[in-house]
């Protein structure tokens, strides 16, 4: 059986993370061009080193490519780490037996017994919210999983999700949902308030809004793929003012980096970043955002400055 509402879960006392989309993703992050396994390892071995303990992955990351990266990671360590994946609820998945076997293939790729955190990726139809939870509280059951998580899940799906859960005892530890400083809908709609007073700590994606937040691309200069639609050049120009803000913010914290300052920024929200890191330089500079923290006025100065990318 799991814990019981209100009590600890996995993520107790953790306010930080590594997110390992890129890790074999080629679509998206073009894994395998600029960078792959070794300097993704790297990433990995340069986060352990900095004390990170959580890790975050998928089934859908690189097809299975994520798992398996971070399960052959694993065996070249010994300390305990805090292993979070998730389950795709596909459409032609319909059944609680489709979700316990999805995880087992995720525990074979990753060669662990049990994860930490099993989380459904997305709340896609037409499965009911229930019958997820009924196989999530299976999963815990049989020692599958310790804890079990949500993502993208709205308010009153995760209310649902948090009372199925609770009939049987066991907490819901976490919703992940995209949030950071060009991302704030989750503390402006109310969910973020919502996830505190249901314990159920909110894990921050994308917290550099995907690498615009570090500052390293321009108006002139798009990230590229996918990514350029979103953050177009227009987008970029309205960020100037923010990442000005933040780089003059940062270099107050002793050369504190816009990325740092971008994962500080959430974790003084109560959010539970996980930023992804493809490389060593990436992952140690992220790391380096634990252990100091914004003040109250540079965080509603940040706030101001975010709030004028809507306008
Ligand atoms: N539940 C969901 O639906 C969902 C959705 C998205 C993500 N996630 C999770 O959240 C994690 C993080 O989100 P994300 O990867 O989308 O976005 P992110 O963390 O905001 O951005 C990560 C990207 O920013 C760049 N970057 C990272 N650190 C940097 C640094 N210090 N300096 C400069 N550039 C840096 C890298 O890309 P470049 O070097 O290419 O710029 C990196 O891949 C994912 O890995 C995944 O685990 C979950």
Redesign the pocket.
């Known amino acids: 059986m799991g814990e019981a509402p209100g009590s600890q879960t996995v993520l107790h006392g953790v306010e930080f993370?590594?997110?390992?989309?890129?890790?074999g993703d080629r679509l998206?992050?073009?894994y395998g061009r600029?960078?792959s396994k070794a300097e993704v390892r790297q990433a990995f071995d340069a986060s352990v080193a900095a004390g990170v303990c959580l890790?975050?992955?998928?089934e859908g990351?690189g097809q299975g490519t994520?798992e398996q990266l971070l399960g052959e990671f694993l065996t070249t360590i010994d300390q305990p780490l805090i292993i979070?994946t998730?389950f795709l609820p596909y459409p032609w998945r319909l059944t609680r037996g489709s979700l316990l076997r999805a995880l087992k293939g995720s525990l074979k790729r990753l060669g662990l017994a049990r994860v930490d955190l099993y989380?459904i990726?997305?709340p896609l139809p037409p499965v009911t919210v229930e019958t997820w939870m009924a196989a999530m509280t299976e999963a815990v059951q049989a020692d599958l999983t310790r804890d079990v998580g949500v993502?993208?899940y709205d308010r009153s799906r995760m209310q649902r999700a948090y009372e199925a859960l609770a009939r049987e005892g066991i907490q819901l530890a976490s919703n992940?949902?995209?949030y950071?400083l060009v991302n704030r809908k989750v503390e402006k709609n109310g969910l973020l308030r919502h996830c505190q007073e249901l314990g159920v700590k909110l894990?921050?994606?994308?917290?550099?809004?995907?690498?615009?937040?570090?500052?390293?691309?321009t108006p002139e200069s798009p990230?590229?793929g996918i990514?350029g639609g979103r953050y177009n050049r227009k987008f970029l120009e309205r960020m100037t003012p923010l990442l000005t803000l933040m780089k003059r913010i940062g270099s107050d914290h002793a050369g504190k980096?816009?990325?740092?300052v971008?994962i500080n920024w959430v974790m003084c929200k109560g959010g539970l970043?996980?930023?992804?890191?493809?490389?060593l330089?990436?992952?140690?500079?992220?790391a380096g955002a634990i252990g100091w923290r914004l003040t109250e006025a540079e965080v509603a100065a940040l706030d101001e400055a975010s709030d004028r990318l809507e306008a």
Not at 17 to 23: P, Y
Not at 55 to 58: G, R
Not at 257 to 260: A, G, M, V
């Open positions: 993370g590594v997110g390992t989309w890129s890790w998206f992050w073009g600029g960078y890790f975050d992955t998928a990351y994520s979070a998730k989380q990726h997305q993502s993208n992940q949902m995209e950071s894990m921050a994606y994308s917290p550099l809004g995907m690498g615009v937040l570090s500052g390293k691309y990230p590229p990514r980096t816009p990325s740092q971008a970043p996980i930023p992804g890191a493809k490389t330089a990436q992952a140690e500079q992220n």
